[in-house]
């Protein structure tokens, strides 16, 4: 798949958010990066970024009504990056997830080279990879699924860094549909306008992470510097 001029998949948490702390990264995956000038929507960049579990993100973090909630989040936007209020991260859970992720993360990098070898659906059942989501499982399954979706994200992007090709993850791991996904449901052709929520565009996030919804919908309001992304599930 050949990657358009306008869009990067897969930014770094550094070029989504501005100045993003440790416990960025264990709830915002970034998914891809838009450039509007380039679709005559003026100038800047905006980004899709999958949240963990979206709507299901409680009581990770804090459900305020105005910039996050079951179904949307918004983020203040400096024209390039994102800027997202640190008291919205439920103090409580600071520590599990900040250990949860190191701990997933270690995993990940000792085993990389073994998860990002392609698996026959024969070698799926012994691989190490499922026998250490049987053992998490058996620990604590919120743990788990959360390991679950950090990997495949990290998996998927991998392989597209390695290939050039946007294919899910579990078609590495556990010899799922090895289809090449779309990076991208649908973008406007509307140029710029002075609408409060203006379409960007839409994309699907189970194409980069599992655990993710049918569609992500990307808006901008220039006069208030936001950005809002509106969550549907299939």
């Known amino acids: 798949m050949k990657q358009k001029t306008n869009m990067k998949l897969f930014p770094t948490i550094e070029e989504v958010f501005e100045s993003p702390n440790e416990i960025h990264r264990t709830l915002f995956f970034p998914l891809l990066t838009i450039n509007l000038e380039e679709m005559e929507k003026g100038k800047g960049l905006v980004h899709f970024v999958s949240v963990w579990g979206c709507g299901g993100a409680e009581p990770f973090l804090i459900s305020d009504d105005i910039n996050y909630g079951f179904d949307f989040i918004k983020f203040d936007w400096t024209g390039e990056r994102y800027v997202f209020d640190n008291h919205l991260f439920a103090p409580e859970y600071?520590?599990?997830?900040?250990?949860w992720y190191s701990e997933i993360e270690k995993e990940y990098l000792e085993?990389?080279?073994?998860y990002l070898t392609p698996k026959t659906s024969q070698e799926v059942n012994t691989s190490n990879l499922?026998?250490?989501?049987?053992?998490?499982?058996k620990m604590n399954g919120a743990f788990d699924t959360y390991a679950k979706s950090l990997i495949?994200?990290?998996?998927?992007r991998d392989k597209y860094f390695e290939t050039g090709k946007l294919i899910q993850g579990s078609a590495y791991t556990h010899a799922y549909d090895d289809e090449i996904r779309r990076a991208y449901i649908s973008l406007s052709k509307t140029k710029e306008t002075k609408l409060s929520k203006e379409l960007v565009g839409k994309v699907c996030g189970y194409n980069y992470k599992i655990y993710d919804v049918g569609e992500i919908g990307l808006y901008i309001d220039r006069k208030q510097q936001k950005v809002f992304?509106?969550?549907?599930w299939d």
């Open 229 to 232: 992304q509106k969550f549907k």
């Open 94 to 99: 600071k520590e599990t997830l900040l250990k």
């Open 130 to 137: 499922v026998k250490r989501e049987t053992e998490r499982a």
């Open 111 to 114: 085993n990389k080279s073994d």
């Open 152 to 156: 495949n994200y990290w998996v998927t």
